[in-house]
């Protein structure tokens, strides 16, 4: 076994922290939650502890609910229960708010920016995902073009992720299900493919592998599940539609989790998954060395009690192996280090 | 007002109080909640429909709940009057508000209805289940306005 050794605790959010995300620099990271503001903690000089350097209040009127910075770590945007996301950057140096997205009928739960930085998603209560084009012109105000509404969800969509290098995105939903969404190189319009399906409840959260052929699913059902691509040339005859991929779910790690699981992460650095879950505890799983592609095990490595009620969120460094936050129902955001067992 | 769904409820008699005990009294004794102090939480919550408690409609019972203390849970079920009660998710969601509001936070609290007692039991116990939902749900103003009056003190 491995094992988690608590590096700081981190309080200021009052009531519940939601959501946190690390600057892709790995030297800050954002959190927020449901006393409507939005917190960016920075590294102090040449240490390895956090600061409260920025209270980004009056953007939003209700909980925030998620948060995410550009892959250029110039943007900052915030989700929220008052049906609006926020986009902050700091051009004139402070952290201001210099764009509000609205469209949503409802609460917005998750937002996300892809790789390649022009395209941001968000999804909502209202059961619809949204695409939205940025334009960036120097010296001007960026502009925010919705280009898709994707409604292929029947139930609030929990969460959105994109691939970690294509234009590929990935939703989750109180209908049990996962949805994929892709360009069509034709006509330029986003369409679905067909639902993933095999949770019996709520899917909560969801994320790629470093490569973009795995997915990992969480869910309300206390489960875990790994989704492999698997495109038209794959050797085990598994049909594929109209020259696209097909999405199987290769394992299932039941058994493990008490309660619902709320986040997941895959690191991009050392293949290591963990999931934040609502019995409080903080969770690390390995690949057996010996697994098997197509029906690959994972092990407990770690677990520890974490916080004093649920996780809500979990997410490794960008960059420094084992270190990773997470956030709770309890109002604190902590940071851990994993390490293998001598 | 609009018509009521359940016209003619059926009426049951209100429990005695919790007899005090010397223990009670004792500062130096341990005190762990169990079913009837949760109970007593719950039991005079207002029917949203009726000038009635939860408890003198039998929508709640002190059999219908368990407690575990020391494992920090707290599991109540709930009987809707009829199968196709549209106010069950209201009642249960007064439910978690009152006892959210009582307990100390380390108590994981569900509310669940009675298996076989509404028709949409399902879908009424994942939205009761789904924190994010109910966390939306008490930041509605109109909502908490009725929830409120639901948990206040008895009309009477």
Redesign the interface.
């Known amino acids: 076994m491995g094992k988690l050794e608590l590096l700081q605790t981190l309080t200021g959010h009052v009531g519940?922290v939601w959501s946190a995300a690390w600057h892709p620099t790995g030297t800050m990271f954002a959190s927020c939650g449901?006393d409507k503001t939005v917190r960016v903690w920075v590294q102090a000089d040449g240490g390895d502890r956090y600061t409260a350097q920025a209270v980004l209040t009056d953007g939003q009127s209700?909980?925030i609910?998620d948060v995410a910075w550009s892959y250029c770590g110039h943007y900052l945007a915030s989700a929220s229960?008052d049906t609006t996301v926020a986009i902050w950057d700091r051009k004139s140096g402070e952290f201001e708010c210099n764009a509000t997205l609205e469209g949503h009928d409802n609460?917005v739960?998750s937002v996300t920016w892809s790789r390649s930085g022009s395209l941001l998603a968000t999804c909502s209560?209202d059961k619809s995902v949204w695409i939205w084009e940025i334009h960036h012109a120097p010296d001007q105000e960026d502009e925010y073009e919705c280009v898709a509404v994707l409604n292929g969800h029947t139930q609030?969509v929990?969460k959105v992720c994109w691939h970690p290098h294509d234009d590929l995105l990935a939703s989750a939903s109180?209908d049990n299900t996962i949805r994929l969404y892709k360009q069509d190189p034709v006509d330029n319009e986003w369409e679905m493919l067909e639902p993933l399906e095999s949770h019996t409840?709520?899917v909560w959260s969801i994320v790629f592998d470093a490569t973009g052929q795995r997915l990992a699913s969480c869910s309300?059902d206390k489960t875990v599940k790994l989704w492999q691509r698997y495109g038209p040339d794959n050797t085990l005859g598994i049909p594929c539609p109209e020259q696209s991929a097909v999405w199987k779910c290769v394992c299932t790690l039941s058994g493990y989790h008490t309660?619902?699981v709320y986040d997941i992460d895959w690191c991009k650095r050392t293949g290591l998954l963990a999931t934040a879950c609502?019995d409080d505890m903080l969770r690390v799983f390995r690949e057996a060395s010996d697994s098997d592609p197509n029906e690959p095990t994972f092990e407990l490595v770690a677990s520890v009690e974490a916080h004093?009620?649920?996780v809500n969120k979990v997410v490794w460094h960008p960059h420094t192996p084992g270190v990773l936050l997470t956030t709770s129902?309890?109002g604190e955001i902590k940071l851990w280090q994993f390490s293998e067992a001598d | 007002m609009t018509e009521l769904e359940n016209i003619n409820p059926n009426v049951y008699k209100k429990c005695e109080d919790r007899k005090l005990t010397k223990d009670d009294e004792d500062e130096d004794v341990a005190d762990p909640f169990d079913e009837r102090e949760i109970f007593d939480l719950i039991r005079n919550i207002n029917d949203p429909e009726h000038p009635l408690t939860l408890e003198e409609l039998h929508v709640l019972e002190q059999s219908l709940i368990t407690v575990d203390n020391a494992k920090n849970t707290v599991h109540i079920l709930f009987t809707p009057t009829i199968p196709h009660c549209s106010m069950a998710t209201l009642i249960g969601l007064s439910i978690r508000v009152k006892l959210l509001r009582a307990l100390p936070p380390r108590f994981k609290v569900s509310v669940e209805i009675n298996p076989g007692t509404h028709a949409s039991e399902h879908a009424v116990n994942k939205q009761l289940t789904d924190k994010e939902r109910v966390a939306a749900a008490l930041e509605n103003t109109h909502l908490m306005e009725v929830i409120n009056q639901c948990i206040g003190t008895p009309l009477k």
Do not use: L, M, P, V
């Open positions: 519940r449901e209700r909980t609910r229960f609460e739960k209560r609030d929990k109180y409840s709520t309300e309660r619902s609502g004093t009620q649920d129902d309890d």
